[in-house]
């Protein structure tokens, strides 16, 4: 099991904030895990578009989209932050 949050615009777009989903063997990084999630309809195919610019992070440590994803982990997205 993985617990998965959502951040910010995400957390709006998608209307949850979290959850926890069982970790498949072709779940096994953030690419996969993000393509896997995009299936879920028309709200998380936006958010979750090859176009979109979504950052992830893995157990609070910012992430590669070849990251691997473990039994336990706790995996973030969030937009792009700006300053000013």
């Known amino acids: 099991m993985i617990r ?5 615009s995400l957390r709006d777009r998608l209307g949850i904030s979290g959850e926890e989903l069982e970790l498949s063997d072709s779940t096994r990084n ?5 393509a896997l999630l995009a299936q879920r309809g028309e709200r998380w195919a936006a958010v979750f578009a ?3 610019l979504v950052l992830a992070a893995v157990n609070q440590e910012m992430a590669q989209a070849d990251m691997p ?3 336990g ?3 973030g997205f969030f937009p792009p932050v700006t300053g000013g």
């Open 69 to 71: 994803i473990n039994e």
């Open 50 to 52: 090859e176009d979109e």
């Open 30 to 34: 953030i690419t996969s895990l993000k």
């Open 4 to 8: 998965v949050l959502y951040f910010a």
């Open 73 to 75: 982990d706790e995996i």
